[in-house]
């Protein structure tokens, strides 16, 4: 649910990976028999979900069982765990030169020598047309000729027009990976937890998010806000109900993906700080502070739902881009191909689960009835959330900006595979597919994505058998 805005220091937590407040002490927690602090965060989230045919315990028995086990091999393969980002892109939104001085902020790069031939060779080589170049050099040979007699500033246009066309399509703001600011980045050094970073830098990221880029009008005013005449929500929650079903979706996978991110400060939180070592574990009163639905004033319930409603979504594109990844001559690329054989094999099974999955979202709801209203808002839409990965460019921590634009570019991978379906359905079973590409960038994001929200949905069981023994 959407973090409140102000001072509330509940209500501040971390964007993009675990950015939050502390600005006053934390509420009491109520007391109550056995079993209540579970009840209070969890007695709402069962049963369906709003705008959707699928209930949270199905979920609960894929996710936990099926689809997290495979997921946690698969993302410490090679393939998986570099990731090459440009963590030094200047804000795009206001002057904030200012970066988090905390060590845990910190990312450690990769050194060059230390990522497989295979991925630094170039992000598009992961299929065995990419590796027989002769008609593609040979056709560039004859495009060469052509581009010679074209001015400088032609050139330029023509480049211009290239990435245009390239972006169309896409949801997020991807970092240039050639630019000599891009490092390579080995995410399981760089796990995504607590940090430590906060102040009224970490808010500004996501009030930024909620107030300009969800679609709400600025008259509406979020549960939660301090100061702001807040009526426990019933205004807010009348102009959601009243909206069409996209723009609802939109604030609802924002929601969830706080949340989701949320689980991870509360689940990876350092409990001990010395000398001699560090000591990450869950923190149940974080959680509380987060999810309690007395704490939150009913908020916390509905943001958990939300994170449920996120995973629908991604599990739904994995399902459809099956078709992309099955093909003979498609390979995660690392240069080791027994490896890389195995690992595209634990790739596709996990993608046969997804597809089998019984209650699947139907995203045929979204951008339905007159053709041209429905561009129009489909193209609002994409422009918001890629407004929303610009964001990431803000935050000062580089811990939270790296995963930060992981996650956003990995939401914005399925919702381009979700309205590519067309697309999708014309890919051959050989051959290239020119309709219908991911960069290994977009691969990479997209699985650690629903990585991270698997794994919030895992979590939520331990705190509910903690909570459970309170």
């Given at each position: 649910m959407a973090a409140g805005s102000g001072l509330r220091a509940l209500h501040l937590a971390a964007p993009f990976l675990l950015l939050f407040v502390l600005l006053r002490p934390p509420p009491v927690l109520p007391r109550g028999p056995p079993g209540a602090a579970e009840r209070r965060c969890f007695c709402q989230v069962t049963g369906y979900l709003d705008d959707c045919t699928c209930d949270v315990e199905t979920i609960d028995a894929l996710n936990n069982y099926e689809l997290f086990p495979r997921l946690n091999e698969l993302l410490q393969s090679d393939y998986f765990r570099y990731y090459k980002v440009n963590l030094k892109k200047p804000c795009p939104f206001w002057n904030d030169n200012s970066h988090c001085g905390i060590r845990d902020c910190a990312v450690k790069p990769c050194p060059s020598n230390e990522v497989p031939d295979g991925i630094r060779s170039g992000s598009?080589?992961?299929?065995?047309?990419?590796?027989?170049?002769?008609?593609?050099?040979?056709?560039?040979?004859?495009?060469?000729?052509?581009?010679?007699?074209?001015?400088?500033?032609?050139?330029?246009?023509?480049?211009?027009?290239?990435?245009?066309?390239?972006?169309?399509?896409?949801?997020?703001?991807?970092?240039?990976?050639?630019?000599?600011?891009?490092?390579?980045?080995?995410?399981?050094?760089?796990?995504?937890?607590?940090?430590?970073?906060?102040?009224?830098?970490?808010?500004?990221?996501?009030?930024?998010?909620?107030?300009?880029?969800?679609?709400?009008?600025?008259?509406?005013?979020?549960?939660?806000?301090?100061?702001?005449?807040?009526?426990?929500?019933?205004?807010?929650?009348?102009?959601?109900?009243?909206?069409?079903?996209?723009?609802?979706?939109?604030?609802?996978?924002?929601?969830?993906?706080?949340?989701?991110?949320?689980?991870?400060?509360?689940?990876?939180?350092?409990?001990?700080?010395?000398?001699?070592?560090?000591?990450?574990?869950?923190?149940?009163?974080?959680?509380?502070?987060?999810?309690?639905?007395?704490?939150?004033?009913?908020?916390?319930?509905?943001?958990?739902?939300?994170?449920?409603?996120?995973?629908?979504?991604?599990?739904?594109?994995?399902?459809?881009?099956?078709?992309?990844?099955?093909?003979?001559?498609?390979?995660?690329?690392?240069?080791?191909?027994?490896?890389?054989?195995?690992?595209?094999?634990?790739?596709?099974?996990?993608?046969h689960l997804a597809k089998s999955f019984p209650l699947h979202f139907d995203e045929n709801s979204f951008f339905a009835g007159n053709k041209k209203e429905a561009a129009k808002l489909k193209e609002e839409f994409r422009l918001h959330f890629k407004n929303i990965s610009k964001i990431m460019d803000c935050v000062g921590c580089f811990k939270c900006r790296l995963w930060g634009k992981l996650q956003t570019q990995g939401l914005g991978t399925a919702l381009k595979i979700l309205f590519s379906e067309n697309l999708i359905e014309k890919i051959p079973e050989s051959g290239p597919s020119y309709g219908f590409q991911l960069t290994r960038q977009e691969i990479v994001a997209l699985f650690n994505a629903f990585g991270r929200i698997s794994t919030s949905v895992k979590e939520l069981e331990n705190f509910r058998t903690i909570l459970r023994n309170m």
């Open positions: 598009y080589k992961y299929s065995e047309e990419a590796n027989n170049l002769a008609e593609e050099c040979e056709e560039a040979e004859r495009l060469g000729a052509v581009d010679g007699s074209l001015s400088e500033e032609t050139q330029e246009a023509v480049l211009r027009w290239t990435q245009h066309d390239d972006s169309s399509d896409s949801f997020c703001e991807a970092d240039d990976i050639h630019s000599p600011d891009a490092e390579y980045v080995d995410l399981l050094l760089n796990p995504e937890r607590y940090t430590g970073y906060k102040g009224p830098d970490a808010w500004k990221i996501w009030n930024s998010i909620y107030e300009e880029n969800c679609f709400k009008p600025q008259t509406v005013k979020r549960p939660l806000a301090s100061g702001r005449g807040d009526d426990g929500g019933h205004t807010f929650y009348s102009w959601l109900k009243g909206v069409c079903v996209e723009k609802r979706a939109f604030y609802r996978l924002i929601s969830g993906l706080h949340a989701s991110i949320n689980i991870h400060l509360s689940a990876r939180y350092l409990l001990q700080d010395t000398w001699s070592e560090k000591k990450w574990g869950p923190n149940v009163t974080e959680f509380q502070q987060r999810f309690d639905e007395v704490v939150t004033r009913g908020e916390g319930p509905r943001r958990l739902k939300n994170l449920y409603f996120l995973y629908l979504i991604e599990l739904r594109a994995l399902s459809k881009a099956l078709p992309f990844f099955e093909r003979p001559g498609f390979q995660l690329y690392t240069g080791n191909k027994i490896h890389d054989a195995e690992i595209k094999n634990l790739l596709l099974e996990i993608l």
